[in-house]
T-cell receptor, first 114, second 117 residues
């Protein structure tokens, strides 16, 4: 059974710092891994999606890496801003289902202090 | 509309009441998913529809939970005889392509926060 974990559970950093969020998954048979952002009272917004054949994806100040063999992904946020404060969730799409079943981690709650 | 919408946004129910949660997916999206998100946790899969067909309901926690999508667009998640452990945010997501292997993402609604007293 696929399990997804995220470390740390919560993180508080001063504005301007670079930071790394970690995601681990137990079954490497995945189609892709996706990072989402969730703001309080709102749904999830997709940030980056990495296919199983890729090693990283970049969007602006965000960079996500994927090491499928070790079951790990990292989300790197450069020059953090207060507006980055949110919960960040990683999710994997398993190859062992015939459709788009996605397993989420518990999330990392990020606070960027001005 | 431009995105996935859900209603109501907040629902308070007394234990034992029945509730119905509505999801309006993005027009033309084939796939529709329901998730349950407990406080401090990630979303957990409940059920999946491809058009009007419910292809997987393995995540529904009990037979008190029932979902339908009769015309392949709007979906309703119904919870009968609500219990306190049903308190959570219920998220709906839709996706354009129904078959596996595609790379496009799921688009999420804002969720319905259900509180059972």
């Amino acid at each position: 059974k696929q399990e997804v974990t995220q470390i740390p559970a919560a993180l508080s950093v001063p504005e301007g710092e670079n930071l790394v969020l970690n995601c681990s998954f137990t079954d490497s048979a995945i189609y892709n891994l996706q990072w989402f952002r969730q703001d309080p009272g709102k749904g999830l917004t997709s940030l980056l999606l990495i296919q199983s054949s890729q090693r990283e994806q970049t969007s602006g100040r965000l960079n996500a890496s994927l090491d499928k063999s070790s079951g790990r992904s990292t989300l790197y946020i450069a020059a953090s801003q207060p507006g980055d404060s949110a919960t960040y969730l990683c999710a994997v799409r398993s190859r062992k289902t015939s459709y788009d079943k996605v397993i989420f981690g518990p999330g990392t709650s990020l606070s960027v202090i001005p | 509309g431009a995105g996935v919408s859900q209603s109501p946004r907040y629902k308070v129910a007394k234990r034992g009441q029945d509730v119905a949660l509505r999801c309006d997916p993005i027009s033309g999206h084939v796939s529709l998913f329901w998730y349950q998100q407990a406080l401090g946790q990630g979303p957990e899969f409940l059920t999946y529809f491809q058009n009007e067909a419910q292809l997987d309901k393995s995540g529904l926690p009990s037979d008190r939970f029932f979902a339908e999508r009769p015309e392949g667009s709007v979906s309703t998640l119904k919870i009968q005889r609500t219990q306190q452990e049903d308190s959570a945010v219920y998220l709906c997501a839709s996706r354009f392509i129904g078959t596996s292997g595609a790379s496009d993402t799921q688009y999420f609604g804002p969720g319905t926060r259900l509180t059972v007293l």
